[in-house]
């Protein structure tokens, strides 16, 4: 189930389930996405992206979402490992601007 | 993909004290990189963009005398705490941008963890 923490709200989820990540995000004008997971301790590493051209794209077990109406982008996980445990951030870009835009994030825990 | 990593991994120093945390990009150059600030459970905030050969553009709310960024190579960004306070214990994490043929891409290196007693 999904609970909102102090700052961070979490999914949990059963090993093999597929897990759906929401994010919405607030400039209209972005028009660049990306799924970013970050493990305990470590950087961001990058995970799948799209453009405002696009409403799906999907890569080795992720499937991203985009929803502009709403302004809601989505990240599904495929088959869910304990791996895939990690903090998973969305981020935003206007491309006239160089800088990303980091989403709250979802802690993500898969058990056994 | 690109590789960007980050020196140190963790320190530990005392308030008042001034440290200094490098990030390099290990197998391209970096015009463009980004310093973020993340305190735990919480999102990454931007504190700076650092261009090479120019001063660096802060975010609001920063203080640019008390976080110094200097980017001196298209190799290497430096963020320097001075006169750090527990307030500024974080993990700090850098990243680099990239042109590619799909506009730009941004690497991050594994994050600084700064604690200050």
């Known amino acids: 189930g999904e609970s909102v923490g102090l700052h961070l709200p979490t999914l949990s989820v059963q090993e093999g389930d597929n897990s759906i990540i929401n994010c919405a995000y607030s400039n209209s004008a972005s028009d660049y996405f990306i799924w970013y997971k970050q493990e305990s301790g470590k950087g961001p590493q990058f995970i799948i992206d799209?453009?405002?051209?696009?409403d799906k794209r999907q890569g080795q077990r992720v499937t991203v979402l985009l929803n502009k109406t709403v302004k809601h982008l989505s990240l599904q996980i495929a088959a869910t490992q304990p791996g895939d445990s990690a903090v998973y951030f969305c981020?935003?870009?206007?491309?006239?601007?160089?800088?990303?835009?980091f989403g709250k994030g979802t802690m993500l825990l898969v058990s056994p | 993909g690109a590789v960007v990593s980050q020196h140190p991994s963790w320190v530990i120093c005392k308030s008042g004290t001034s440290v200094k945390i490098e990030c390099r990009s290990l197998d391209f150059q970096a015009t463009t990189m980004f310093w973020y600030r993340q305190f735990p459970k919480q999102s990454l905030m931007l504190m700076a963009t650092?261009?090479?050969?120019?001063?660096?553009?802060?975010e609001q709310g920063v203080e640019k005398d008390k976080f110094l960024i200097n980017h001196a190579s298209l190799t290497l960004s430096t963020l320097t705490v001075t006169s750090a306070h527990p307030e500024d214990s974080s993990f700090y994490i850098c990243?680099?941008?990239?042109?590619?043929?799909?506009?730009?891409?941004?690497?991050f290196g594994p994050g600084t963890r700064l604690t200050v007693t």
């Open positions: 981020a935003e870009n206007e491309r006239r601007y160089s800088t990303l835009t």
């Open positions: 990243s680099a941008r990239v042109p590619s043929g799909r506009g730009y891409e941004q690497y």
């Open positions: 650092s261009n090479e050969g120019s001063k660096a553009t802060y």
């Open positions: 799209i453009r405002s051209n696009m």
